[in-house]
């Protein structure tokens, strides 16, 4: 006769048992031996996983909806989380390539403050050794697979966010960024920042740059916007310990609308020439492309869609920022028609990705 499951029978190994059992019901796992030595009784010890950063996960794993995601940022306040932030910098390259983020930041990490490094190539170069500091290497993995995995090392803080390698925050980066998360509603779910064009100015650089972030060209004039790789803070909430799937990132994280905030603008530096920019965004289109191959229920469709707004309302969309930008007198003469050889080459990317596939486009990117 089959019986239902729960806790064990009084026996001379009941305690274990109960807490053991206590443990999986809470958090959905099997207990280590560690967390069944707690000290109190069973009342307590379900009062402390029900605080714990286990239950946590598996509360999150479960969301489904905003509203979800919502609830937790309402039951656990920042202050009863041992960090309010926790940066990243995601790079496929060496950490060495970061090393103008990492010394911007490094001295104000600490207990509410902290930053990982998370990369796809070993570095000969030894990694300072900061307080609130650490780097995690996953060799051969490309950007896009390493920011699925960041849920798996999110610590518990109440903001989580994520920076490029050639993003460097500004002076006023971290203070601006730690105001504008202190106002925002429990509603709020993410907040993108802004990107500055200050270093690589040369024209081809120029055309790569607005090609990708004419909107969040800093200082941004629209109120909401979707998210930018360069600078998005997001609610820890939005994700347990699951990784997301590929891609999943950028579009849950990424593809919402969000307030667009000026105060915590970075620097954008990537050096390209023509060739450099002509490569570099066939291979933006080539992921994109393969991408729509492999996930959209209508490919040719969506491909179709793709490249008719690229070559046309992007291109007009472009245009329109850039003739009321505050800061267009910086741009050099013919940076529009730079633009328009850029969205045809991503364009191209995306027809070749999308009948062939990527190959290593998705290892070159930065």
């Known amino acids: ?38 000290p109190g009784d069973a009342a307590q010890f379900v009062t402390d996983l029900l605080a714990s950063s286990d239950y946590r996960n598996r509360f999150r794993d479960a969301a ?25 910098v995601v790079t496929g390259d060496p950490w060495s390539k970061s090393r ?6 490094a001295p104000r990490l600490g207990d509410r403050l902290v930053m990982t490094v998370l990369t796809g190539k070993a570095d000969d170069e030894p990694f300072p050794d900061v307080p609130g500091l650490e780097l995690i290497v996953i060799p051969g993995q490309s950007i896009f697979q390493l920011r699925a995995r960041l849920p798996e090392f999110m610590k518990e803080s109440a903001w989580v966010i994520s920076i490029e390698d050639h993003s460097v925050p500004t002076q006023d980066w971290l203070d601006g960024l730690l105001a504008t998360l202190a106002t925002v509603p429990s509603t709020c779910l993410a ?12 024209p081809w650089a120029w055309a790569n740059f607005l090609f990708n972030f004419y909107r969040h060209w800093h200082p941004a ?19 347990g310990r699951r990784p997301f799937a590929i891609h999943a990132f950028e579009s849950r994280v990424l593809g919402r609308s969000m307030p667009v905030s000026n105060a915590f603008p970075v620097n954008h530096t990537q050096h390209t020439r023509f060739i450099e920019a002509t490569l570099h965004v066939i291979d933006n289109g080539l992921v994109y492309g393969a991408s729509l191959r492999r996930n959209h229920l209508r490919p040719r469709s969506a491909l179709f869609h793709s490249v008719r707004h690229v070559l046309g309302g992007r291109m007009r969309d472009i245009a329109e920022v850039l003739a009321v930008h505050p ?32 190959g ?3 290892l070159r990117l930065e």
């Open 1 to 38: 006769m089959s019986q239902e499951s729960g806790p064990p029978a009084d026996g001379p190994a009941a305690q274990t048992g109960d807490r053991a059992w206590l443990f999986r019901a809470v958090t959905g796992q099997t207990a280590a031996a560690d967390h069944l030595s707690h």
């Open 191 to 202: 907040v993108t920042g802004t990107a500055a064009n200050l270093t690589s100015t040369k």
């Open 100 to 105: 103008a983020s990492i010394e911007r930041l």
């Open 64 to 88: 489904r909806e905003d509203a979800d995601i919502v609830a937790a940022v309402e039951l656990w306040p920042p202050e009863t989380r041992p960090h309010d932030l926790h940066i990243f």
């Open 327 to 358: 800061r267009r007198a910086e741009l050099p003469p013919g940076t529009l028609a730079r633009i328009r050889w850029i969205a045809w080459c991503h364009s191209l990317g995306a027809v070749l990705g999308a009948l062939v596939g990527s």
């Open 221 to 239: 004039a629209a109120p909401e916007l979707g998210g930018t790789v360069a600078t998005t803070a997001f609610r820890r909430d939005m994700a």
């Open 360 to 362: 290593r486009a998705h």
